[in-house]
């Protein structure tokens, strides 16, 4: 629970500010993420021809591979080929959340968060130099940050769960492009859904330890 985290007692009170940023970028991207599913069910009433009012927003790449593998009408593997800032800011939230959560580990658990912001960064470059690759490692440093707080007795099960199956998910979605598969289709969208929920939660645990720094600061001023 989210109510157990202490920043008293590892966090220096001038993280507060990056705290407060985090939180705001995870709520961003869950809005994001959000937006994507709601265009693709407004393409999906269209019959899947197109363009919903919020597909300049809605049309991230994981959107993108669930057309794929759900035979959307228009939708060619091409398509996700190309330069996308929207799918750029995901690998820069996802790597800011690792460096914001390694301020409250300890260092066994930091050496892995850091690894996984440096993962985001690798694949921003990766994706930037290719527009093509890099991008899946949204989904490897979801699952990194995940394992991390699940061996963390302050964060719930909750996010730590929802984070490694809807990396593992969409991860196998991503690499299984081009096969046909009602399973996968379903697993994938499984795996979106728990991605926005876990966007979700961690804006809440940022959020809250923006707070916990707050009153700190204001009992030691009084």
């Known amino acids: 629970m989210t109510d157990q985290i202490t920043p008293s007692e590892n966090t220096p009170s001038r993280w507060g500010w990056l705290y407060k940023t985090t ?14 599913l709601l265009s693709l069910i407004i393409t999906y009433l269209q019959a899947g021809t197109g363009q919903g009012p919020f597909s300049p927003l809605g049309n991230n790449w994981l959107i993108l591979i669930f057309k794929l593998h759900a035979e959307f009408s228009g939708v060619q593997a091409e398509s996700l080929h190309g330069l996308s800032l929207l799918d750029m800011v995901f690998l820069i939230i996802v790597g800011l959340i690792s460096l914001s959560l390694s301020t409250v580990s300890r260092k066994a658990r930091k050496v892995w968060l850091l690894i996984a912001g440096a993962l985001s960064v690798v694949g921003g470059i990766l994706f930037f130099a290719t527009q093509m690759a890099g991008r899946s490692s949204v989904m490897l440093v979801v699952v990194i940050i995940s394992l991390v707080m699940l061996g963390n007795r302050n964060f719930g099960k909750t996010i730590a769960l929802s984070g490694i199956l809807a ?6 979605g991503d690499l299984t492009v081009g096969v046909r598969s009602n399973v996968i289709t379903i697993l994938f969208s499984i795996g979106y859904a728990l991605l926005i929920l876990w966007f979700f939660l961690m804006a809440n645990i940022f959020f809250h330890l923006d707070r916990k720094v707050a009153s700190i600061q204001f009992a030691s001023k009084t």
């Open 167 to 172: 990396g593992i998910l969409l991860l196998a």
């Open 23 to 36: 939180g705001a970028a995870a709520l961003i991207a869950g809005i994001l993420l959000m937006i994507g």
